[in-house]
């Protein structure tokens, strides 16, 4: 693909502006990276190993307490709605079985 001269020509003019070739640079970058978000900032977690199964609720649909051998939530109501996943972290840290919770940097939503 070649392209036109006339267009070159622009595009060397505007990397010469530094000021705003450096802008440029640091939209895409700023863009680039909200790609990724969820992967920075969730409150969900990026991956579960529960009984040698991987779970990433992050890009999955919708996982109970049952999923991951919770019966019952801290209040005792049957646990029917998603799972708190820093709750489940120190659950499965306190069982000592081998399961973890992979939680992104900023575990909040």
């Not at 990026?46 to 199964?53: C, I, R």
Request: glycine fraction near 8%.
């Amino acid at each position: 693909m070649r392209l036109n001269p006339l267009t070159l020509k622009k595009l060397r003019r505007f990397r010469s502006i530094r000021r705003g070739w450096w802008s440029f640079v640091v939209l895409s970058v700023c863009f680039l990276l909200s790609l990724v978000a969820e992967l920075w900032i969730n409150s969900r977690a990026l991956v579960v190993n529960y009984n040698g199964k991987l779970y990433f609720p992050t890009y999955t649909a919708f996982h109970s307490g049952k999923d991951f051998g919770l019966a019952k939530d801290p209040s005792g109501i049957p646990y029917e709605h998603e799972v708190n996943y820093r709750e489940l972290q120190g659950h499965f840290q306190n069982e000592g079985k081998g399961d973890w919770v992979w939680m992104p940097l900023v575990p909040y939503s």
